[in-house]
């Protein structure tokens, strides 16, 4: 008894609601004297609940002498609160929806350990929807799954090397600035960009941390990075003596500079 009245609150009977329209389901038609009587109640909280339970149309009210109420059945009752149930949800989720802030906040996550950014990384290209760009020298192995169920969504995936590296898929188009395979490992650098929202960085260091955002600027930074290099490798492939270089550090002494010392050494 005590399990059925918390079943019929929870779809919005009060106590005293359940009590009186269990009574006249199990005892039948009956005066709201007699059901205050039979479930111990006052009469006034009696008459509240049998007003409550006709307004909602789950008791019927047999006019006479003395006004009777006879129970509905449970199965139409039930389809009521089942109807007006899925009604509700319907409505609440549009309202509620429009309600909602759809834009979502900016935001820039500093990310450590290699496997971390790794699981981030494959998280991030598996709600790709229109365009993948990938700047890496990682093995496009690592991502193998990740990158072929894109392609298979329609996804566009463009992917830039400095060597070359083995695609996983032959859609994969694929750009790099020399026919030599990749061999430096740990990889040196990873910048990931997704439909143009959401972008990742790292490389795989003794300390390997890395960067998350959908900062627009940021995003924007790192997608023109990755088209840069795109276009000035396919530049310099077809005019390869107006190749342009400013000697600064970053050109001579930094480890992930562009053109490595054997790279410039094989060209000029």
Known sequence: MTELVTKLMDFGFTKTDALVYINLLKNGRAS???????????RSSVYSSIDNLYSNGCIFMLDGETKEYEAKSPDLILSQIEKKTIE??????????????????EFIYNISGYENLLQKAKEVLSQAQVEVYLNTDFPLEILENELIEAIERGVRVIVFSFNKLSTPHPSIEHYSRSEEKEKRYPSHRFMLVVDMKKAMVFSHRAEVLGLYSNNRLLVKMISEHIHSDIYLTEYEKSEPEKRCRIGTIHELENDMVIDNKKWLENEI
Do not use: F, P, V
Not at 32 to 42: C, E, P, R, T
């Open 32 to 42: 709201g004297y007699k059901i205050a009587k039979d479930i111990s109640l006052s």
């Open 88 to 105: 509700n949800i319907h409505i609440l989720k549009k309202e509620l929806s429009r309600m909602m802030l759809h834009e979502e906040k």
